[in-house]
């Protein structure tokens, strides 16, 4: 006896949770803001950065040519 295969129906259900969307979206809020105090420090300052370059001496002595 051949029995003939079970055909099943796939349902798809879409609860609409907006679980992800609020994740998103505070996400987003998070890199604005790091990004804000990352790149301009929250204290409208010059922007300018100091930098310690140490002198650098050569002794050339001519060789008469």
Avoid: C, K, W
Avoid at 5 to 33: D, H, K, S, W
Avoid at 42 to 57: E, I, M, T
């Amino acid at each position: 006896m051949i029995m003939a295969p079970v055909e099943r129906e796939t349902v798809v259900v879409n609860r609409g949770g907006g679980g992800g969307a609020i994740i998103a979206i505070v996400l987003a809020l998070l890199i604005i803001v790091g990004g804000y105090f990352l790149f301009f420090n929250g204290n409208g300052g010059s922007g300018s950065v100091d930098v310690d370059v140490p002198a650098v001496n050569v002794d050339v002595v001519p060789d008469g040519q």
